[in-house]
């Protein structure tokens, strides 16, 4: 970056070669020139930006199509569990199970 010494040397010169009728001309050039760039690299930015999104997104979408994918063979594998419980015989595991006695005990006076 220039300093500011080099930019008061700089502008002398450029007045000097081009004259005061010109600068202003040159100036509005060189501005639109400046703004012409800058929109160039803010829409590049954009652009890239925008692809790095869609990569990302391709990513995620094809980590969860996986992801599902997985899901459904371990579930065609491990066979199914009954859709309905209500309707299975009460083996060891459904029937009611014994209360303690201090428990009962208890069940019993409040009645």
Do not use: C, N, W, Y
């Amino acid at each position: 970056m220039l300093s500011i010494p080099h930019m008061i040397v700089v502008f002398i010169v450029v007045l000097v070669v081009f004259g005061p009728q010109k600068l202003p001309e040159l100036a509005r050039g060189l501005g639109k020139l400046m703004a012409e760039f800058r929109k160039a690299s803010t829409d590049f930015k954009s652009a890239f930006e925008e692809e790095m999104r869609d990569m990302e997104r391709q990513a995620l979408q094809a980590e969860r199509k996986k992801a599902a994918e997985a899901v459904a063979a371990s579930a065609a594998a491990e066979p199914s569990p009954p859709l309905a419980p209500a309707l299975r015989q009460p083996g060891p595991q459904t029937q009611k199970r014994p209360q303690p006695r201090l428990i009962q005990r208890r069940a019993q006076l409040r009645i």
